[in-house]
C-alpha cells in the first residue's frame, strides 16, 4: 500500500475547485464558452485524480522518510566474547550463562540447558577406582566439546554429571538438535575402561526462558528433568529383571 502525499493531494484538490469555481463565475458570458469546457474537463479530472489517490493511500498514517524499519541483526555463529569461556575458577557456571542468555537476547535468540548424568562413571569406579573414573569422564567432556558450536560450553559439574550451555538458539529445535548430535557421539564413543561397553546416561533439557528465568533455574530444571529420566529408567530395569526372574521361576 503506498502513503498518501498530501501535497500531491492537495494540488489535484485545488485544480478540482478551479475547474468548478471558475466556470461558474464566467459561465454566462458566451464568449468564454470554450473555456469553461476545458475548465470544467480540468476539474473533473483532478476530482477523480484526487479521489483515486485518497482511496490509494488507504488512510496510512503519513510517516518521514528516515523512519525505515531497521530488522535486528543476524545471529552469529558464535559470540565475540563469549562469557561461557572465562575459566570456572573465575565465575561460577550459572553466572556465566546469565551473561550468555543476555548475549543472546542481543540477536533475538535464546538459550539453553541440557544436563546428562552418566552412569558410566559410577561403573567405572566400582570397579577400576576413582581416579580411573574421573580421567574417563574428562575424556568425554573433551570429546563431546568437539560436536558442539563454537559457542557451546559442556562443563562437568560432580562426577558424573554434565552441563551443557547452548546459546544463539532460534527456537527449541535447535537446541534437540544439539542434544541428538550430542546423544550419536556417546552411541559411537568407546571407553577403554569400559572395555567397549556403551555408555549409560540420563538427559535433561530446559530452554531459557520458558522453564528457567536465569541460568541457576535452566540449570536446575534441566538437572529436575534428568534425574526424573533416571528414575523412570531405573525402574523400567528394575521391572524387566522381575519379568525375567519370574518366568525362570516359572520354567
Not at 65 to 86: E, M
Not at 193 to 211: F, K, N, S, T
Amino acid at each position: 500500500m503506498r502513503t498518501l502525499d498530501l501535497k500531491s493531494w492537495f494540488g489535484w484538490c485545488a485544480l478540482a475547485g478551479f475547474g468548478v469555481v471558475l466556470p461558474m463565475l464566467i459561465s454566462n458570458n458566451p464568449e468564454f464558452e470554450t473555456t469553461v469546457r476545458v475548465l470544467r474537463a480540468l476539474g473533473a479530472a483532478g476530482f477523480v485524480i484526487a479521489l483515486v489517490a485518497l482511496f490509494r493511500s488507504s488512510g496510512e498514517v503519513i510517516a518521514p522518510d528516515d523512519a525505515v524499519y531497521a530488522p535486528p541483526p543476524p545471529a552469529p555463529r558464535t559470540l565475540a566474547a563469549n562469557p561461557l569461556a572465562i575459566d570456572e575458577a573465575d565465575k561460577p557456571l550459572a553466572e556465566r550463562l546469565d551473561a550468555a542468555i543476555e548475549a543472546s537476547t542481543e540477536y533475538d535468540c535464546k538459550a539453553g540447558v541440557i544436563y546428562y548424568h552418566l552412569d558410566t562413571y559410577r561403573e567405572i569406579a566400582r570397579t577400576q577406582g576413582v581416579a580411573a573414573a574421573e580421567a574417563a569422564m574428562d575424556f568425554v567432556a573433551g570429546m563431546l566439546q568437539i560436536v558442539l558450536r563454537d559457542s557451546d560450553k559442556i562443563e562437568r559439574v560432580e562426577r558424573g554429571r554434565f552441563v551443557v550451555c547452548v546459546v544463539l538458539l532460534k527456537d527449541r529445535q535447535v537446541l534437540l538438535d544439539v542434544a541428538r548430535r550430542i546423544r550419536k557421539a556417546m552411541r559411537n564413543m568407546r571407553l577403554e575402561a569400559l572395555r567397549g561397553a556403551p555408555i549409560v546416561y540420563d538427559e535433561g533439557v530446559a530452554l531459557y526462558p520458558v522453564q528457567g528465568a536465569d541460568g541457576a533455574a535452566l540449570i536446575a530444571r534441566a538437572r529436575t528433568e534428568c534425574d526424573a529420566a533416571h528414575g523412570r529408567r531405573i525402574r523400567e530395569i528394575a521391572r524387566v529383571r522381575r519379568a525375567v526372574a519370574e518366568r525362570r521361576s516359572a520354567a
